[in-house]
């Protein structure tokens, strides 16, 4: 008998002992009755949460919310019956439509859960003060600091142009059910190459995540005097965007050179001191290249305000409004002022147009509760003397803007009358996330740049 047993392997002596173990009836019943209650203690927490909600006038009906499945199946039927091109084509539709659908559906039961409410926070609460662990969205850094994961996972990640990394993401079913364009390098020449048509010149302004200029606060063994780290594929783009003759103003390189942080301590944008480097670089950037008209100086003037605000990615960490662990941040920001003595303006006169996202818009946008007039088209209206147009979407860099451009210019808005040049701001992450399709711009509706001044 032991020379038997010696022969088995361990998965093998595993499976006998396994086939000895015995439960009792009462012990059985016991377990799947504790399991049974377990699962169903659920439901009754929150249907008794969702019937308080309804009482107090929260809810506009005392119907459960996990109950509301209606639009799993219309919404599939109306891609199916819509949708043009082969029945597999429709059917197709119809799935991305179903998957779209359901993930809202898990999304929407996720935010109204009793458990996410109530308990989430405090069980966050403890995992990021005593072991300083984010969650799906958060990472949490050195000294105070928060990166946002998706800002990692570009940093660290798998090249973007690597072609098994394109095949995977042409693969990929979006919530929007149409099949995502991952590669930036065809949406951006075909951008060049309508504004060429156009005589305007587009300057192309990759905002770097976070952890590639402050890679130190997020790994302790990273030593500043390394290169900041890269995806594989951010230097290969832009040197082939150079050699198409496309302009690239790649600003990790001014922030770089800034040794003091640029960043917020628990947001994932920029500070507004990087704002303003970014802005001045790239203002000498477009003199240097004589894409402007000389023209007296407008006047545009700064003045300093103080403002505080939670980052970003502190509030992604979802934790109890009493935690305390991350107080708001101050910082100075600098106004711009119109010639006329108030607040910057945009100016669809302008012969500059930018183009850009929550990069361009923190401390531009109210809502964004970080200030007003102070933001990138602001500090770049000042470094230039001149008055900046601009079209900003906080998310979707990849083609959001380009979209509402486009929009406008089939409407007869002619938004790209008189431009000479169209900086495109967007984030980093975008390259290896974003949806890069072709938009067409309809170049016949634009008029011919010519000086315009306000």
């Given amino acids: ?5 010696s022969n088995l392997t361990r998965e093998d002596e ?3 002992e396994m086939a000895r173990t015995t439960v009792s009836p009462v012990c059985g019943a016991w ?8 699962l169903l203690a659920v439901f009754v927490i929150q249907y008794a ?3 308080t909600q309804y009482f107090q006038g929260a809810r506009p009906d005392a119907v459960p919310e996990f109950v509301r499945i209606k639009p799993l199946w219309i919404t599939p039927g109306r891609a199916f019956q819509t949708s043009e091109g082969s029945p597999w084509a429709r059917l197709t539709a119809a799935n991305r439509a179903l998957l779209g659908e359901m993930k809202r559906y898990e999304t929407r039961l996720e935010e109204t859960s009793w458990l996410a409410r109530r308990v989430l926070p405090q069980a966050q609460y403890v995992f990021t003060r005593w072991f300083r662990i984010g969650n799906e969205k958060v990472y949490c850094g050195r ?3 928060l990166f946002y994961r998706p800002d990692v996972d570009f940093t660290a990640g798998r090249g973007f142009l690597d072609p098994g990394q394109l095949r995977s993401r042409r693969l990929s079913s979006p919530d929007r059910g149409i099949p995502v364009q991952p590669d930036p390098l065809a949406a951006i020449r075909d951008f060049d190459r309508e504004l060429k048509a156009m005589g305007i010149r587009l300057i192309v302004m990759p905002v770097p995540a976070k952890p590639a200029r402050q890679p130190a606060r997020l790994y302790k063994h990273y030593s500043d005097k390394l290169p900041p780290p890269l995806n594989p594929s951010y230097r290969v783009l832009v ?3 150079q050699a198409d003759g496309i302009e690239v103003f790649d600003c990790l390189e001014t922030l770089s050179k800034h040794k003091k942080s640029v960043y917020l301590k628990q947001d994932t944008h920029w500070l507004p001191s990087g704002a303003m480097l970014a802005a001045e670089a790239l203002a000498r950037r477009i003199r240097a290249m004589g894409l402007l008209p000389e023209q007296p100086p407008a006047g545009y003037t700064r003045r300093e305000v ?3 605000n939670r980052g970003d990615i502190a509030a992604l960490l979802r934790l109890p409004e009493e935690a305390g662990l991350y107080d708001p941040q101050w910082v100075e920001l600098f106004q711009v002022i119109s010639p006329d003595k108030k607040l910057w303006m945009r100016s669809e006169r302008s ?11 923190i401390y531009s946008l109210p809502s964004m509760n970080w200030g007003v007039s102070a933001g990138l088209a602001e500090q770049l209206s000042y470094y230039l003397q001149r008055p900046v147009d601009r079209i900003t979407f906080n998310d979707n860099g990849a083609y959001a803007t380009r979209l509402e451009l486009a929009r406008r210019q089939t409407a007869g808005m002619h938004p790209l009358e008189g431009k000479r040049v169209v900086i495109w701001e967007f984030a980093a992450r975008e390259l290896a996330q974003g949806d890069w399709k072709k938009i067409p711009l309809k170049p016949e509706e634009a008029r011919p740049p010519s000086a315009l001044t306000e």
């Fill in 1 to 5: 008998m032991n020379q038997q047993k």
């Fill in 14 to 16: 595993a499976r006998v």
């Fill in 31 to 38: 377990l799947i009755s504790l399991f049974i209650t377990a």
């Fill in 49 to 51: 949460d969702d019937l």
């Fill in 143 to 145: 000294k105070g600091e």
């Fill in 239 to 241: 040197s082939t965007l």
């Fill in 306 to 308: 103080d403002v505080a």
């Fill in 351 to 361: 012969d500059v147009l930018l183009l850009g996202d929550s990069f361009a818009n």
